[in-house]
């Protein structure tokens, strides 16, 4: 039987997911100290988990810090329907996927900001960069979500909030060290009051790393280092300031094709990255707080450049910035007992620059949501989005949920319909690779499940079936080199051969089951989940039928923890993944792999704690992208304090 079907049989006996409470509307902010039962993401405003339809899950600032996870990446993958590929460790270019879509379907926001960098391939986010940190709080939406967050949410939305204060003065100190000389500080101050609210923390991480080139022996180190702020001024009862910022620099050691052998193999190459991310907000009520409104303005910046020390006349090989500006509106109204409409309007301005190329493009979005309790306990939701593109033109996309409550919120039955809309990036339509005549992504997607509480909520379960397809998916096409500028005239640009160009040629289709289930039992808590996606290119041609590249069809995750009776804290942590394939003909087959980790953790007192982790027990040797290095087994010691 493979590993795969004992996590999943393990979760089927089990099943899960956020409990159910009274139905009613929660304040809109962006919160990280919502408990795990309300959900902002689904409806852009906090609700109660058993009023949202789409797929969640809440990870709340208390499982962060038990998993002792570094990169953000790695956290989510423990999460149903997500996968993690990368090109070697921290900071290298990172594909999160969720239930089989593509990396740059994927919307991740925050502290209330869309992050996307537009001078990237597909305009999406990568975030090898994206470290815990300050994150207090991550909500992952699956399935197609534009209507309420545009273009790029085809897959979902992850959503990341950093920590709040709740007391007047507030202080958090975190260390550790470890194998490959890893370190890893960070630290943050912060307080509340009547009026005010601040919190200001920094962190830097290093690490020598491991060989990006599987096969190779030189060391590929990685250094991050993070800042971010918060301000909230409330001028009145009805009326708020926001102010928040989140800032990375980090350098990283890879490995890439040097001459004269244009053959993967150890290099001195690095690469830089600077993300930075701004938001300015004015909240305020209107009708006695039934109308509350937010007025802001996002921004984006994420600059990037590749050098190689072997030219030293040159070494510059790539440079890029990507920047984003958003306006926009947002209303929530209380329309009447059970019943909240959720409406807005927003204008982004993108902009790249990768030499010698430079675009921009400018897109308006307006959309319209309306949820109500149409009975006891059945909420049903229902949206319209209509995006305006400079070059694309306009587009109307829908979406419909319903949740429905039962036997006091023990069981609760969701479903949802949504549509997924993504323009071609500014580097598809103009860079070297370009194709002006691409058309936008769409999607149409489904999920249906049910959830069930049972022994005083002791024990959670849940069952989840979900359906995408997709057309107009853009690929890369490679020139063969033999083509004319008759037969093949998107092989040539201004006259000239060039190597590939984007192209409308892949429709794919994906469906697949989650099961998820967590149950405490005395000093245990065990938490599983199984996802099976069957994602696959439905294309004419010779790859019709063939899987999705690095989609793994099985992914099941295991976790048990005992508190022992002196307050030591222990886990064992298993994740699988099943086979995949590392090209789009299947002919390169990335192995199954099977990761166990040990976590423990003891609280000295009120304000320290000492923990401790060893990840990849086993030491086993896998690829998420064929030729590319992973990490082996690593041993990590830490300490926490909080004033």
Known sequence: MRPALYLGAATAALLLTAGGAA????????????????????????????????????????????????????????????????????????????????????????????MNDPSATGAGYNPGNLLVGDVARIEVLRGAQSTLWGSQAIGGVVNLITAEPTRPFQASLDAEAGSRGTSYLRGGLGGVSDRILWRVAASHYQTDGFSTYAAGTEKDGYENTGLSGRLNIKLTDDVSIDLRSVYSSARVDFDGFPPPFYSFNDTREYGTTKDLVAYAGVNFDLFKARLKNRVAYGYTRTDRQNFDPTFPASPLTYDSTG?????????????????????????????????????????????????????????????????????????????????????????????????????????????????????????????????????????????????????????????????????????FKNGVRRFGYYANVAETKTTGVELAAAATVGPVEVEANYTYTDATNESAGANNGKQLVRRPQDMANLSATYVWPFRLSTTVAVRYAGESFDNVSNTTRLDAYTLVDLRASYPVNDTVEIYGRVENVGDEKYATTANYGVAGRGTFIGVRARF
């Open 23 to 114: 139905a009613q509307t929660v304040s809109p902010a962006d919160d990280a100290t919502l408990p795990g039962d309300v959900v902002i993401t689904a409806n852009r405003s906090a609700q109660k988990a058993d009023r949202v339809g789409q797929s969640v899950t809440v990870l709340t600032a208390e499982q962060i810090q038990a998993n002792q996870t570094v990169a953000v990446a790695d956290l989510l993958a423990r999460t149903p329907g997500v996968s993690v590929t990368s090109t070697g460790g921290l900071g290298s270019v990172t594909a999160l996927r969720i239930r089989g879509a593509e990396a740059d379907q994927t919307l991740f926001v925050i502290d209330g900001v869309k």
């Open 323 to 491: 920047k984003n500006e958003r306006y926009e509106y947002q209303g929530v109204f209380d329309i009447t007992s059970g019943w909240v409409a959720t409406f807005g309007a927003e204008h982004e301005d993108s902009e790249f620059t990768a030499a010698p190329t430079s675009a921009s493009v400018g897109l308006d979005g307006y959309y319209l949501q309306v949820q109500g309790e149409v009975v006891d306990g059945l909420t049903l939701t229902g949206g319209v989005r209509r995006d305006e593109h400079d070059t694309f033109g306009g587009k109307t996309l829908g979406q419909a949920a319903a949740a429905w409550a039962l036997n006091g919120g023990a069981t609760v039955l969701r479903a949802s319909y949504g549509q997924g809309f993504k323009a071609p990036s500014l580097y598809q339509l103009y860079s070297d690779y370009g194709n002006t005549g691409l058309s936008p992504e769409e999607a149409d997607a489904w999920d249906a499940g049910v959830e069930q509480h049972l022994l005083d909520g002791r024990v959670t379960v849940s069952a989840t079936w979900f359906d995408r397809e997709t057309t107009n998916q853009i690929d890369f096409f490679s020139c063969t080199g033999t083509e004319t500028i008759t037969s093949a005239p998107l092989c």
